[in-house]
């Protein structure tokens, strides 16, 4: 499938994935908007034109800041819009020709990327992070002290999603500043507070709930992907030593709560089909509330992370979205089990996707032995040069992006999921 847009062979944003993400422009206010190659369709800009009249939905819908209202309205309808624009950016149909051709519409109507400044894609009423790659469970196991018992996950891991509720205010697009948290920990085996000294990033994907449920009816695992409106990169930034004081008896708070960081685009489950794979085999047989009929139910997606320093970027290590227990559908299907209601915009992540070799660890905890075997990255230069970390500097950025998906090469972008740690004042 080929576009007339200008240079979208040199992206990840092809006609086959259109993301959705929430931008504005110079002389254009926060509006609704699609990644095609180096631009940004301006769903808007069409939905005044009248050009969505045909699929029977409300125009004020595509004119939105936010995507909830739009996410709301279920697959059937997004699966339409998106048939429709792929018409308009194809070379080889008449729907393509009436935007190709005029002119003074194209220009109105395409954005150039470099010039927007993307924004929050949802209005973000709950966040739930799950618990899902049984290689962080046990990498993270063996760095406990003693005489806490065992390396292995624990046997609930593998009956059921683990997870716990987040906090959807301090979630932030790609770009926003992560300011260090304050916190307590423990010096010397005493109480101290102050400035956290084991900032540490999380490789993880998550997704947007589009449809919701009426509180007190479950969605059956068969049914939930049909609830996703689309998928992200997701950083859940961890304050180590906060999280390891408080963590005991109870679990995530201030170590997890100041700053959750998600790329710009939305990527729909349907750009994603190729990628499809099956998740991290169970030794366990699940109930009937979490089975699923088809085997491939998760998707190979690697994340490179690199960190930024003096405008030099070190590579650090590659997650994959595959090194997961559990499926989207499965988190949801668990999640509304007892009734609870998910509304449009709410984002359910994995959990730290960490994989079973040395170069898959999602994270500085796991990758550094918690700060004892420092992680060296290395620049992709020719002269190879090295930074060593044990824990994340104020003046690092961190970036996620996909790496390559496939032997078609980089066909998925979700955009940068980056963030810059800055001091306290």
Known sequence: MDTWVEDHHQ?????QNLPYGIFSAPERDRRIGVAIGRHILDLKVLAEKGTFAALDIDKTTLEEQT??????????????VRAFLQSIL???TSLGRFLRD??????????????AEMHLPFDIGDYTDFFTSPYHAQNVGALRPRPLPGTQP???MYNMPLGYHGRSSSVVVSGTPVR???GQFLVNEAPAFGPSQKLDFEVEFAAFIGKGNEHGIAIPVVEAE????GVVLMNDWSARDIQ???ATPLGPFNGKNFCTTISPWVVPLDALELLRTKPVPSHTSLLPYLQEARKDTVYDIPIDVFLELDSQEYHLVQGNTKNILFSFAQMIAHHTAGGCPLKSGDLIGTGTLSGSTPSELGCLLEATRNGSQPLEGSTLDVHKRKISRAWLEDGDVIKFRVGNTGSNGRHVDFGCCEGKVVPQP
């Open 11 to 15: 992206s990840g944003f092809s006609v």
């Open 67 to 80: 995507l909830n209202r739009y996410a709301a309205l279920g697959q059937g309808v997004h699966r339409k």
């Open 226 to 229: 049909e609830h996703i409106f």
């Open 180 to 182: 260090r948290p304050r």
């Open 244 to 246: 390891s004081t408080e």
């Open 90 to 92: 194809r070379a080889d």
């Open 102 to 115: 005029d002119a003074a519409l194209k220009k109105e109507a395409l954005v150039p990327r470099q010039k």
């Open 154 to 156: 624990p046997e609930s």
